[in-house]
């Protein structure tokens, strides 16, 4: 077994302050990890995390105040999405997945993940965690999936997006911008790859999560307060398409936050209920299957 490369997560998260998440509220950005013994970390992997299985996230959610959650295949178990699958079949309808596929799944293969819950796939195109996909097997794997009407997850660099733009433009289907795009808190509103991300958002194709408070603030640590105008720029672009979530258990970060900390800074990002109620219910369950 891999030593352990990242840290676990927070141990004793508290309890929302901000706000009561409504019934339905989904955490639409999380991960399984492991238990290794169980499912094995990928050879390939660039990081080896603790065990984090539904076990542990079920005690999350149920400190939260969350009932739903979205799955997203992280690259430390690569295309063995057999640990997500395992916690989308023991969610009963309660979970949806994401999941990472290569050339290799056919459509027997992508059908048993959609009955299993999965209405997505992941790509990759940040630098540090591998770099872009090849592009010939990208529309591939977009072809293949498209019959089960999945969407596209992208994780990309918001410095990255403009060079994007027209693989962007070509997309057949609903596609979710991990992250904000991880843009660049420190350095203003105003700034290109900000304002690229801002017009894909007038594309009804066009998602993003308004998560990764944690990663994109400039320093670190609570509060996030720099990241909040992001967030509320994107909401107020297209309220009806953002997502949120905690990425528990979050895989290499600067400084291991508080998922309670996460949830209530959403009440920042969304001060309306009904707004925050549109993202944390409406939205997912009209992205996702779920039941």
Known sequence: MKARTILPPHPEPHAPTAFTPPPGATDAHCHIFGPAHRFPFAPEATYTPPDSGIDDFEVLQQRLGLSRAVF??????????????????????????????????????????????VRGTRFNFVAHLGGAPELDVFWRLV??????????????????????????????????????????????????????????????????????????????????????????ALIAAAPDRILWGTDWPHPNVRHMPDDGDLVDTLAAFAPDESTRNLILVTNPETLYDFG
């Open 143 to 232: 072809d293949r999936v498209q019959p089960f009407g999945w969407h596209i997850v992208l994780h990309f660099d918001a410095k990255d997006l403009p060079r994007y733009a027209e693989l962007l433009d070509r997309m057949p289907c609903p596609y979710v911008i991990d992250h904000m795009a991880r843009v660049d808190a420190a350095a203003g509103l105003g700034q290109e790859p900000f304002e690229a991300l801002l017009d894909l958002m007038r594309d009804e194709r066009a998602w993003v999560k308004v998560s990764g408070a944690e990663r994109l603030t400039a320093g670190g640590t609570l509060p996030y307060d720099d990241v909040v105008p992001y967030a509320q």
């Open 72 to 117: 997203v295949q992280a690259s430390c178990h690569g295309t063995d999405n057999a640990a997500m699958v395992d916690a989308l079949v023991r969610g009963k309808g309660r979970y949806a997945g994401v999941a990472m596929i290569d050339e290799s799944f056919g459509e027997a293969d992508i059908g048993a993940l959609h009955d299993a819950g």
